[in-house]
């Protein structure tokens, strides 16, 4: 056990000494000295990080009621983490179902319109004002396996949908 405790006191040594160490440079690295009033003391202000303002969430639906999201930089140059629950319906299984779609992006937004598209998965958008959006949606050709309660008790598919959306944000 006085083993064991050594090496804990050493350890918080180690880090007392560490955030000595950073405090000291942080406080010599600051801007000139403020002269307090009335004294001759003076006052070091260390340096303050910049904070990084994260992006803003924008959620809504599709016109099929079901949730989409995505996010728009701080200063609304660019959309990321586009998401949205997308029905279909399989006819060749008659199965109706839904499919989450995404896209990590980033992309572009200009003059207050955005989008993305490839040969699966297409969506754009317009941010109709500061707390509004709208927009449009496609699927074609997504492969799905659809699992049945009796044989074949899977059946493969290929989906396409499209519908409309809409968006605000807090």
């Given at each position: 056990?006085?083993?064991?405790?050594?090496?804990?006191?050493?350890?918080?040594?180690?880090?007392?000494?560490?955030?000595?160490?950073?405090?000291?440079?942080?406080?010599?690295?600051?801007?000139?000295?403020?002269?307090?009033?009335?004294?001759?003391?003076?006052?070091?202000?260390?340096?303050?990080?910049?904070?990084?303002?994260?992006?803003?969430?924008?959620?809504?639906?599709?016109?099929?009621?079901?949730?989409?999201?995505?996010?728009?930089?701080?200063?609304?140059?660019?959309?990321?983490?586009?998401?949205?629950?997308?029905?279909?319906?399989?006819?060749?299984?008659?199965?109706?179902?839904?499919?989450?779609?995404?896209?990590?992006?980033?992309?572009?937004?200009?003059d207050g319109q955005f989008g993305y598209d490839d040969t699966m998965f297409a969506?754009?958008?317009?941010?109709?004002?500061?707390?509004?959006?709208?927009?449009?949606?496609?699927?074609?050709?997504?492969?799905?396996?659809?699992?049945?309660?009796s044989p074949p008790y899977v059946c493969y598919a290929s989906v396409s949908a499209?519908?409309?959306?809409?968006?605000?944000?807090?």
């Amino acid at each position: 056990m006085p083993r064991f405790r050594r090496v804990i006191a050493m350890l918080c040594l180690v880090i007392a000494a560490t955030l000595f160490g950073a405090v000291s440079h942080a406080v010599r690295s600051g801007p000139a000295g403020v002269t307090a009033q009335g004294e001759g003391a003076r006052v070091l202000v260390p340096h303050v990080a910049r904070l990084h303002t994260p992006p803003v969430l924008w959620t809504g639906t599709t016109d099929a009621g079901k949730p989409m999201m995505f996010h728009v930089s701080a200063d609304g140059s660019e959309w990321s983490d586009y998401q949205i629950t997308i029905k279909y319906f399989a006819p060749g299984c008659n199965f109706r179902g839904v499919l989450d779609m995404s896209n990590a992006g980033p992309g572009a937004i200009s003059d207050g319109q955005f989008g993305y598209d490839d040969t699966m998965f297409a969506f754009s958008g317009v941010l109709d004002s500061g707390t509004t959006a709208h927009g449009t949606y496609s699927i074609q050709g997504i492969p799905v396996a659809i699992s049945l309660p009796s044989p074949p008790y899977v059946c493969y598919a290929s989906v396409s949908a499209s519908g409309t959306s809409t968006a605000s944000r807090p």
